[in-house]
């Protein structure tokens, strides 16, 4: 049997707080970015990029406190090739245990022509900014954004450049998802062979998903040397998303004979991890998702079926609880007790507090009066359901009665919490959900569009709950809600409520000129 402990080791570089946040609709609030941070540095996280600190001053105030409370992860910020910036950064990740500044500038011909530098020009910004990050953090990381359609002489000259003025990574970034994974080695093994220096730093790879090769990509830059793969939960990432952390990690663990590589990643952790961030980022994760998605270890085909019950490797690569699925679903009832609830819990992943697990029982008594046989998905809902739910929230759905059928107009009548003051209202609508939206729009006026509407089951039966996803847009900022119940109007209110309770702390985030994710240097790779 192979040794991992003699095997090189990858680190896990996390940027689903940073770049996965960047998602259009994917906010966090500043306690979700917390939890978040706890629970990858819990996991094994090598490096979380926790925010761009000089985005807001909520972004600002995340990472710094992830970097104070951070046990294990090296925590960095993310930082344009500007003085301003890195201060800001050094600022925010001074505090933690092992702190890092990542700087970066766009070196393509098509990222050189934003800030209208010739090659000596940005050569030299280059040179300074490093500078100054390594007078500033011992640890010091730099990308080249768009690497990957950067002249290959080009790119080998800036690295180098890098390097000298003391950054102790470099990140090779596939921006646009444009490289295949031929490519991705190549550029690895020539920076590696031709820079002076380059066996003395850390090489990284941070790949989009636009063509569906990110983990290909990522996987391959490791084979040619990389020794940091730049990842988020689930994917999640601006476009078509990043480098999905569960993907690499477990594809170094299953393929450990072709792939001998090993991280620090408890990788029981990785189901939590990917329904909290789903439920916090208002992302679903698609059902066919590898790794994490909800068909991930299902099996309809008779000839698989069969094949399984008689051997489970027929079939399937890995253990559900390598990645910390449970294989047992057994349905819950009205009867069952608080304890079986939180013994559910704990094999499902979540260990709650006192005040949290009577909320939920409670939520789940009332569900198990309406459902006859609550599963595993049922409790998961519910459970998101009341993480999204903010204690804090500006508006709360108190009450809901809707007329609809075949003969209209339909009709909603609603009691709707604003800043703690009930307000009664009833509307029409082109339909029981539009009546209820336009009640909604009636009491708290806004101009948000509505993007996406999506509904699905949780479990079968005409007694399943309903997860409803519901997407806004106003004036550039978008956000997605969502919420789970039995009765799917009633679903539909709390996602789009939730999703209004977002775009508020997008507003008061988002202050007049000081949201630098707006700018074009929005993406470090």
Request: hydrophobic residues 40%.
């Amino acid at each position: 049997m192979t040794d991992k402990s003699t095997q090189p080791r990858v680190l896990i570089f996390d940027t689903t707080l940073r770049d996965g946040e960047q998602s259009p609709g994917a906010t966090m609030t500043h306690e979700e970015k917390l939890e978040i941070a706890g629970l990858l540095d819990d996991m094994g996280v090598d490096i979380i990029e926790a925010g761009f600190p000089i985005a807001s001053e909520g972004d600002f105030a995340a990472v710094s406190e992830i970097a104070k409370r951070a046990r294990n992860s090296t925590i960095c910020g993310l930082a344009r090739a500007n003085y301003k910036d890195i201060d800001r950064c050094w600022e925010a990740v001074k505090h933690a245990r092992s702190p890092r500044i990542h700087t970066f500038i766009g070196t393509s011909p098509l990222h050189r022509a934003i800030p209208n530098l010739d090659m000596d020009q940005m050569a030299e910004r280059i040179h300074d900014t490093v500078t100054h990050a390594r007078n500033l953090c011992d640890n010091v990381q730099w990308s080249p954004m768009d690497a990957t359609r950067t002249e290959a002489d080009y790119l080998c000259r800036v690295v180098e450049i890098a390097i000298k003025a003391g950054a102790t990574t470099i990140n090779i970034p596939d921006t646009v998802g444009y490289t295949y994974p031929f490519e991705s080695a190549k550029i690895i093994r020539m920076l590696l062979e031709r820079v002076p220096g380059a066996d003395t730093i850390t090489f990284a790879t941070h790949c989009h998903n636009d063509l569906g090769m990110a983990t290909a990509n990522a996987l391959a830059a490791v084979e040619a040397g990389a020794r940091q793969i730049e990842c988020t939960i689930n994917g999640l990432g601006e476009r078509a998303g990043n480098t999905a952390l569960e993907e690499v990690v477990m594809a170094m663990k299953v393929r450990n004979d072709i792939l001998p590589y090993r991280t620090g990643i408890d990788t029981t952790k990785i189901m939590n991890l990917s329904r909290r961030v789903s439920t916090v980022s208002g992302f679903p994760v698609q059902f066919n998702k590898a790794i994490v998605g909800k068909n991930a270890f299902l099996h309809e085909s008779g000839i698989h079926q069969d094949g399984v019950l008689k051997n489970v490797e027929t079939f399937e690569i890995m253990r559900p609880e390598d990645i910390g699925l449970t294989q047992k679903n057994i349905a819950m009832g009205k009867h069952s007790g608080r304890a079986a609830l939180r013994a559910k819990l704990k094999e499902l992943g979540y260990d709650l507090a006192d005040n949290q697990l009577n909320d939920v029982f409670v939520r789940f008594k009332a569900l198990a009066d309406r459902k006859k046989e609550v599963y595993d998905d049922d409790i998961l809902a519910l459970v998101a359901d009341e993480q999204t739910n903010d204690a804090h929230d500006i508006l709360v759905l108190k009450k809901l009665r809707v007329i609809c059928g075949t003969e209209g107009p339909q009709e909603a009548d609603m009691v709707l919490s604003i800043d703690g003051v009930d307000h009664h209202i009833d509307a029409t609508g082109d339909g029981p959900v539009d009546a209820a939206f336009n009640c909604i729009k009636m009491l708290f006026p806004h101009k948000a569009r509505l993007q996406v509407y999506q509904v699905a089951a949780v479990t079968e039966g005409t007694d399943a709950q309903a997860t409803v996803s519901v997407r806004l847009e106003e004036d550039g900022r978008i956000v997605t809600g969502q919420s789970a119940d039995t009765d799917t109007i009633v679903a539909s209110v709390k996602a789009y409520v939730n999703a209004l309770n977002r775009l508020i702390v997008r507003r008061q985030k988002s202050a007049p000129g000081d949201d630098v994710k707006q700018v074009n240097y929005r993406d470090a790779g």
